[in-house]
């Protein structure tokens, strides 16, 4: 969380930080700022609120610069005020810099600053930071070879925790200096200017070419030079990228939301998902990017999934696809708790892990931790070049365009697309035949017209909105395939509409959440069809009797007595291994709709960060 821009080049620098984070805002929102160097001048700005208001200041007080750092923060240690705002100044006032991350042993360093009688303003950990990097500074001979990076390099090497930096000083005005591990920090190339950010979307388009730094590594960078070095003080050779730029999603367009736009892509992300990745024989699937001979893939035994948020529930998904279609067993774990965990894995394991950024710090951990054990990790991610992306053993991009909305829509269901090929690829080598295959192939083909069918329901689900904002619990219910898309929905609705919701398997709802049912609090349930259609309309014939609002989405309406529900929503009637994309297009405009009819900002909730790369 948290987004970091730099600049330094013949340009005004304000307002190409200004317009970077403004692109980082996803990141985080609580409060925004900048520092600006002219020769030894420096100007900081810093305001709690969105980057708008950042700039409205900055616009107030012109000040003449090629040179600069800027953040939006997602608060972490201290409250979010102007003074707890990056970027964070030495108490000398010479240094000035953004940090993303946590540093966990702070309090030891600042104990130690307080003593060599350094001030602080704030209540950040990031400030100690940047005095210790001042300390150094002072401690190096004046006339030390690279002074400004070694007084950086040497204060990296007390930290504990988790860092993307920019550092500034007022006696080095014609460098900035970065560093990272484990937040993503990312030298963006320019004509004759150098660019910093913790995405390449940070860039607004400006960098021809990028430079991704790995952990531990820092850049000396300077308009038209960058320099690397590891935490050994070793020259580093680096390489340089090119960027596929995908500013047209960064756009709206006709939308009034980037999720908005992002739920009405979906026949076009799921396109993506499956293109080139069928069978010349359309009877399984083509996944080179597995890095896996067939043989390799037949001794697998185990299959464990890590992620965290939506991308778990993409992981609960794909547990039920491949059992079904394998037979292998699968095991989802949250990335946050297996990193931990220590868990007993059998020798044959394949490892996956699921992150739309690439870059959520617990799914992170979790494929390095699985790694370290000698597994073989694959990713699949929407973010090429993202740390989750290099640092696998393979895996499988979703292609899904940029996801902006905090909550994620189109990344779900490409997720669960890439994890239907995923499972039909190794059902052919196991269990499936060749008609399965194929039967499974159609679906995926006929996939995205019938997600398109399914968003004609946003008029309906509107109106729905209107009639269920009103109440502040709501239970979603499934089974099997839909269990996940059950616990998706609660989340989509609780995170952008703070609406209290939980997701059961609708027959565990007997064991406990049955006594939140009243006419107080609504269920939404799947009813579709399948072996156990009427266990689930039991399930909801027992809502009914304690008199809760019912909503029923389904394939089948003409299988339940008529006034069962109060609501019935119906879906197009799909193959059951791509009905879960398809349930998931109503949660996801339902929860869309209450969320704007409650007047809430859906694209940044409060509270969270599109990218979570904290603990
Ligand atoms: O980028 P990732 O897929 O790793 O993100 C995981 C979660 O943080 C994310 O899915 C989160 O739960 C979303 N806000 C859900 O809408």
Request: net charge negative; hydrophobic share 40%.
């Amino acid at each position: 969380m948290c987004g970091i821009t730099g600049y330094i080049g013949a340009r005004q620098a304000a307002p190409i930080l200004l317009e970077g984070l403004s692109k980082l805002e996803y990141r985080g929102y609580d409060s925004a700022g900048l520092a600006l160097l002219n020769g030894s001048e420096m100007d900081v700005r810093k305001k709690k609120g969105r980057v708008s208001v950042l700039a409205q200041e900055v616009k107030k007080h012109f000040f003449d610069s090629h040179l600069g750092i800027s953040h939006t923060r997602w608060a972490t240690h201290g409250a979010v005020t102007d003074a707890n705002a990056h970027p964070h100044v030495s108490s000398c006032g010479n240094f000035a810099m953004v940090h993303n991350g946590v540093i966990e042993n702070y309090e030891n360093i600042k104990s130690f600053l307080l003593t060599k009688g350094y001030t602080f303003r704030s209540q950040t950990d990031s400030e100690a930071l940047v005095n210790l990097i001042a300390y150094h500074y002072y401690k190096l001979p004046e006339n030390s070879e690279n002074r400004f990076l070694e007084s950086v390099r040497r204060a990296l090497l007390h930290l504990e925790g988790t860092y993307g930096i920019a550092v500034i000083c007022r006696m080095q005005p014609d460098e900035i200096i970065a560093a990272r591990k484990g937040s993503p920090l990312i030298i963006g190339i320019g004509d004759s200017e150098r660019m910093v950010s913790s995405d390449v979307l940070g860039f607004s388009g400006r960098a021809r070419s990028v430079i991704y730094l790995d952990d531990g590594q820092i850049a000396k960078v300077t308009a038209d030079s960058c320099e690397v070095v590891s935490a050994n003080n070793e020259l580093v050779p680096y390489v340089t990228n090119s960027v596929d730029w995908e500013l047209d999603s960064a756009e709206l367009g006709s939308f009034s939301t980037y999720m908005e736009k992002e739920i009405f892509e979906q026949p076009k992300v799921i396109e993506n998902a499956i293109r080139g990745r069928i069978s010349d024989d359309a009877s399984t699937a083509v996944l080179n990017g597995l890095n896996m001979t067939p043989s390799e893939m037949r001794q697998i035994d185990r299959i464990l999934f890590c992620a965290c948020g939506t991308a778990w529930h993409a992981c609960l998904v794909a547990e039920n696809l491949i059992e079904k279609y394998t037979r292998i067993p699968v095991e989802v774990e949250y990335a946050s708790e297996f990193r931990y965990r220590n868990a007993p894995l059998d020798k044959n394991t394949l490892a996956f892990v699921i992150s739309q950024s690439g870059e959520t710090i617990d799914t992170l951990e979790a494929l390095r931790e699985s790694r370290r054990k000698g597994f073989k990790t694959l990713a699949i991610t929407n973010s090429v070049g993202s740390t989750i992306a290099r640092e696998s053993d393979g895996g499988l991009y979703q292609h899904a365009g940029r996801e902006i909305g905090v909550a994620s829509t189109k990344a779900f269901t490409s997720q669960i697309t890439i994890c239907i090929l995923i499972a039909l690829y190794i059902g052919r080598m196991r269990d499936l035949s060749f008609a399965q295959g194929k039967e499974i192939v159609g679906a995926l083909k006929a996939l995205p017209s019938a997600v398109e069918e399914t968003l004609k329901l946003a008029p309906e689900l509107k109106k729905l909105a209107g009639k269920y904002c009103k109440y502040h619990d709501f239970l979603f219910l499934g089974r099997l395939d839909e269990f996940p898309i059950a616990l998706e929905g609660a989340l989509k609705l609780k995170e952008i509409s703070y609406i209290h919701a939980e997701g059961y398997p609708a027959a565990e709802m007997k064991h406990g959440p049955i006594a939140l049912v009243s006419p107080e609090c609504p269920t939404l349930i799947f009813a579709n069809s399948g072996d156990i259609f009427n266990k689930v309309i039991s399930n909801a014939q027992e809502i009914k009797a304690r008199k809760g609002p019912l909503i029923i989405v389904t394939d089948s309406p003409d299988r339940f007595p008529e006034g069962l529900a109060d609501d019935v929503v119906v879906i197009p009637k799909v193959h059951e291994s791509v009905r879960p994309v398809v349930s998931t297009i109503p949660i996801q405009l339902l929860a869309y709709y209450i969320a704007q009819q409650l007047g809430c900002d859906v694209d940044k909730p409060r509270n969270l960060a599109k990218s979570v790369t904290v603990e």
